[in-house]
């Protein structure tokens, strides 16, 4: 049984977040508070696997509270914020700051959301949360620096190709990992991050100042090119279509695939068909299995695959599906993964060209 505390100062979210909750079988929630200061007491007191946290509160904002709660008694968090831009710039913050997951709250709560609530709990349930979440950040590379000697041999024809990766929950700590040491001359990368509408804009303008490559929100029709990373908007599946050396996006409306969109399996699937052995493919932490029969697929294609190690997860769900299809060639810590994809760049770079 996952025991939940919901932290919210509307009364009225806290009734539909318990009732939502409630009703699933496997999740029990021990108590609910108004403000920081009555989650803090009940925290000690009740000691629940996971909490749901607001950011706006009054006494205390939920980031202030979120920082303290790390240091002193982690607790795996789902962050829930209104859809507004400045509620997504401050749920990527609360991510950096230790929570798991994050969800938007809309004025209208229905089925789908409560649904959404309780992926998102057990998620967190599932996830690995230590004191402070603080790691040293990874070495960056400014735009403006040289290539070192040991990546500029094959510049002139290391970026070709496309990257794929998927990620979940933990992903936007993992995406600065891999994003920020890789230099300008890194093929064009495409990435599904489950998470919802416009909260994927801050993930991609967050990550685009932290090294050399340029990461924005992808858009129908945009040209995959080398130094370039696009993140999939939160509410449409990204295909890839083309050719080698003249790929571009595809964003398509639809159902959700594997109860999410937009889903890993529909880019990797797109990547198979149309890049092939041009490909790499990278999975990295996230619970359920969303991408590991796309990576299959990728990897039967040709394509060199790698996923996170469960050391490094926050979640080992995703990975360990893709494992278990057997459509992965290296199973990598997090922090060894960017050096892996250009040593794979590089061995394609002096391959003959298809």
Known sequence: MIRVLIVDDSAVVRSLFREGLSSDPEIEVVGEAPDPYVARDLIVKLKPDVLTLDIEMPRMDGLTFLGKLM????VPTVVCSSITRGGSDKAMEALSRGAVEVMSKNQEVGRAMVNELVR?????AS???QKQMVTPAPAMIRRDQPVAPSLATPVGRMARGIIAVGSSTGGPDALSRLLTPLPAVTPGIVIVQ??????TASLAERLDRQGALEVR???DG???QPGLALVAPGDRHLLIQGRPGHYRVVLKDGPRVGLHKPAVEVLFRSVAKAAGSDAMGVILTGMGADGAKGMKTMHDAGAWTIAQDEESC???GMPREAVAAGG???IVSMDSIPAHLLQAAQRRATAPVA
Do not use: L, N, T
């Open 71 to 74: 240091k002193h008694f982690p």
């Open 120 to 124: 998102k709990v057990k998620a967190a």
């Open 127 to 129: 996830s690995r949360v």
């Open 194 to 199: 489950h998470m919802p509408p416009m909260f």
């Open 217 to 219: 929100e992808a858009k």
């Open 222 to 224: 945009d040209v995959i």
């Open 314 to 316: 926050v979640v080992y």
């Open 328 to 330: 992965v060639d290296e």
